[in-house]
T-cell receptor
Framework: ETGVTQTPRHLVMGMTNKKSLKCEQH?????MYWYKQSAKKPLELMFV???????ENNSVPSRFSPECPNSSHLFLHLHTLQPEDSALYLC????????????FGPGTRLTVL | GQQVMQIPQYQHVQEGEDFTTYCNSS?????IQWYKQRPGGHPVFLIQ?????EVKKQKRLTFQFGEAKKNSSLHITATQTTDVGTYFC??????????FGAGTILRVKS
């Protein structure tokens, strides 16, 4: 619908697991974002990539590791997560890295046991 | 750091009633954006306001940006059941990143 897809849509993992979230945008945008959405909290910006270069790391713990191989794809590698990391992880893209008019993907609902 | 406060947290209205959500920033903003997230869905961009005192309309939705560029409002006239969801404002400080408000949850009773 929005041109931004995310997989998987749901993920359950143990604290010792390693998993990756994938985001792909088909809009020809140059900037991509990772957000964390927890219940009753504002959207938290995690990472920003502009033309494949990371331009923002919002003090995110190292157990979250982003990767942006090209302007259309964005990954979030997860390892040794904590239960409080359970949330909806949203990917977004925009024409450039100015944060204007972001198009969000459907999100990955992550549960850490 | 920059904070964006949004009120109310929750509003339940009768279909046909009006609805307003307010957004206040601790700092002057270069622009403000509004997003809507349906239950179980993802945020969808609605509009961006840039100019001091700007007013924009989208059908039954009216968006305003304050003269001091520190506050904004979204007003929905004659709500419909399709308006349900969470409305987020997101403020951009000059030279900084976008900060989202916590959102206002709107429920419409038919």
């Amino acid at each position: 619908e929005t041109g931004v897809t995310q997989t998987p849509r749901h993920l359950v993992m143990g604290m010792t697991n390693k998993k990756s979230l994938k985001c792909e945008q088909h809009l020809g945008h140059n900037a991509m974002y990772w957000y964390k959405q927890s219940a009753k909290k504002p959207l938290e910006l995690m990472f920003v990539y502009n033309f494949k270069e990371q331009t923002e790391n919002n003090s995110v713990p190292s157990r979250f590791s982003p990767e942006c191989p090209n302007s259309s794809h964005l990954f979030l590698h997860l390892h040794t997560l904590q239960p409080e990391d359970s949330a909806l992880y949203l990917c977004a893209s925009s024409q450039d890295g100015s944060y204007n008019e972001q198009f969000f993907g459907p999100g990955t609902r992550l549960t850490v046991l | 750091g920059q904070q964006v406060m949004q009120i109310p947290q929750y509003q339940h209205v009768q279909e046909g009633e009006d609805f307003t959500t307010y957004c206040n920033s601790s700092t002057t903003l270069s622009n403000i954006q509004w997003y809507k997230q349906r239950p179980g869905g993802h945020p969808v961009f609605l509009i961006q306001l840039v100019k001091s005192g700007e007013v924009k309309k989208q059908k039954r939705l009216t968006f305003q940006f304050g003269e001091a560029k520190k506050n904004s409002s979204l007003h929905i006239t004659a709500t419909q059941t399709t308006d349900v969801g969470t409305y987020f404002c997101a403020g951009m400080e000059y030279g900084n990143k976008l900060v989202f408000g916590a959102g206002t949850i709107l429920r419409v009773k038919s």
